[in-house]
């Protein structure tokens, strides 16, 4: 059974500071993969997704990773900002399903210092 | 604008007492979940369907039940089976077969049992 896991759980920088959040997953097998961000009491927001065939997306101050050999990914935010407090969640979808039965990671609660 | 909606935002309900869940979407997405959150956790899918009138359980279906009657809506009964019904729930829904599967989130509903 996939295994989704965050570390760390939580995480606590400076303003302006670089940053990088790791995800790893047990079963290399996925059809991609995806980071979300959820602000407190809210839903889920897509930020990044990664075909299984691709080794990184960009959008902005963002820039994440996959290495789907050592079942790891990285979300790289830079010169993060106090509006960049979340938590930020990684999914995996396995590759006989295309997509319907993601498994979460438990996410990385950000907060970004003023 | 296109989105989901997700009511009530916050419900209490006593032990014993069934209660429902109300999920609607404009996107025009075939399919829908519908995803259970604890506190420090990741998402766990309860169920999904990818066409009206058919849908599937996920990992934490027991106790729950849910109908697509319409592409736009996709309710989630919370029964009195549930043993600990207390929770954040979040429904999505995604293009079928788009190979992409970014899923868009409501904002969600917090179940609180008295």
């Known amino acids: 059974k996939q295994e989704v896991t965050q570390i760390p759980a939580a995480l606590s920088v400076p303003e302006g500071e670089n940053l990088v959040l790791n995800c790893s997953f047990t079963?290399?097998?996925?059809?991609?993969l995806q980071w979300f961000r959820q602000d407190p009491g809210k839903g889920l927001t897509s930020l990044l997704l990664?075909?299984?065939?691709?080794r990184e997306q960009t959008s902005g101050r963002l820039n994440a990773s996959l290495d789907k050999s050592s079942g790891r990914s990285t979300l790289y935010i830079a010169a993060s900002q106090p509006g960049d407090s979340a938590t930020y969640l990684c999914?995996?979808?396995?590759?006989?399903?295309?997509?319907?039965?993601?498994?979460f990671g438990g996410g990385t609660r950000l907060m970004v210092k003023p | 604008d296109g989105g989901i909606t997700q009511s009530p935002k916050y419900l209490f309900r006593k032990e014993g007492q069934n209660v429902t869940l109300s999920c609607e979407q404009n996107?025009?997405?075939?399919?829908m979940y519908w995803y259970r959150q604890d506190p420090g956790q990741g998402l766990r899918l309860i169920y999904y369907?990818?066409?009206?009138?058919?849908?599937q359980k996920g990992d934490i279906a027991e106790g729950y039940s849910v109908s697509r009657e319409k592409k736009e809506s996709f309710p989630l009964t919370v029964t009195s089976a549930q043993k600990n019904p207390t929770a954040f729930y979040l429904c999505?829904?995604?293009?079928?077969?788009?190979?992409?599967?970014?899923?868009?989130f409501g904002a969600g509903s917090r179940l609180t049992v008295l």
């Open positions: 079963d290399s097998a996925i059809y991609n």
């Open positions: 990664i075909q299984s065939s691709q």
């Open positions: 999914a995996v979808s396995p590759y006989n399903n295309a997509g319907n039965m993601l498994t």
């Open positions: 369907s990818q066409i009206v009138n058919d849908f």
């Open positions: 996107l025009n997405h075939d399919a």
């Open positions: 999505a829904s995604s293009i079928q077969g788009a190979g992409f599967n970014v899923l868009t």
